[in-house]
Every structure is written in C-alpha cells, then in structure tokens.
C-alpha cells in the first residue's frame, strides 16, 4: 500500500532557514546547512554549509566546511575549508586543505594538518639519540676523499 523510501542514504540533511535562530550545542550526523542564525558548538559528521545570508556564532568541527556568509568562531576539519568571495571567518584553522576564493575574508590563525591517508605508510619521526653524531655533510666527505688520495 505505501510505496518504500528508495533513498540511499539513511540520513537526512539539516537545514537552519533563512529566519531562524537557532542556540545551543548541535550534534548532527547528516549535512548541515546554516541559511538563518546558529549560535553555539556544531559537531558534525558530514559537511557544514554557511549559506550567503548564514550566520554562525559557533566553533564548527566538520568533515568539510563551506562558507559563503558569515562565521565567527574557531573551524575544525580533516577535509577542506572554503571560503567563498562572499565568505567572512573571524576564528582559527584546523585544516588539511584551505581555500580561499578572491573577496573571501580570513581574520584569525590557520593551522595545516593533513588527514591520515590509510594508503600512505606513516613516517616515522626522527628520535635525535638514534642520529649519527659525527656524520660527515657533503662538503667534508669531498675533503676526506680528497687528502684521502
């Protein structure tokens, strides 16, 4: 009688309209779109958009965030930051990909860190005790060789 829902994902984007105002902290597993006013920390597992007539007076942690209106607070992702010619962000990066398109407004610290890629082997940090001390550079082993013989 009633027809299934073929739609393939099980979540449902959200959506803050032009007009509302939204406070408090948002946990939110789907995407995100701000086209109205939020006020307080978004924790999303998707992708964070702050429309051109959006507001967001929040610290935003994202897959990937979007922003074409206004932003005041820090931004947190493991994707990419863009910032529209229409964008304004008053608030620090984290990030592993920034860009910022020609009249978008940055105004705070950018930090890069890259997403841990599962393809790439990690490299391993350099541990100074385990560093040969009296190594020679190129300079000196060209000198040694050269009164060598």
């Given at each position: 009688m009633f027809k299934e829902n073929k739609r393939l994902s099980a979540t449902t984007?959200?959506?803050?309209?032009?007009?509302?105002?939204?406070?408090?902290?948002?946990?939110?597993?789907?995407?995100?779109?701000?086209?109205?006013?939020?006020?307080?920390?978004?924790d999303c597992?998707?992708?964070?958009?702050?429309?051109?007539i959006g507001v967001?007076?929040?610290?935003?942690?994202?897959?990937?965030?979007?922003?074409?209106?206004?932003?005041?607070?820090?931004?947190?992702?493991?994707?990419?930051?863009?910032?529209?010619?229409?964008g304004h962000l008053t608030g620090n990066i984290t990030a592993a990909t920034l860009i910022v398109q020609d009249g978008g407004k940055l105004d705070g610290h950018c930090r890069m860190e890259h997403a841990h890629d599962p393809k790439q082997r990690p490299r391993p940090e350099a541990d100074p005790a385990q560093l040969p001390v009296n190594e020679p550079n190129g300079k000196e082993a060209k000198e040694k060789a050269r009164q060598a013989g």
């Open positions: 984007d959200t959506l803050i309209g032009q007009g509302t105002l939204g406070e408090g902290t948002l946990l939110c597993e789907a995407n995100l779109r701000i086209e109205g006013e939020y006020r307080g920390d978004i597992k998707g992708d964070v958009i702050v429309g051109e967001a007076r929040s610290n935003i942690t994202a897959s990937e965030i979007t922003i074409a209106g206004k932003v005041f607070g820090d931004i947190v992702t493991k994707g990419r930051l863009v910032i529209t010619a229409t």
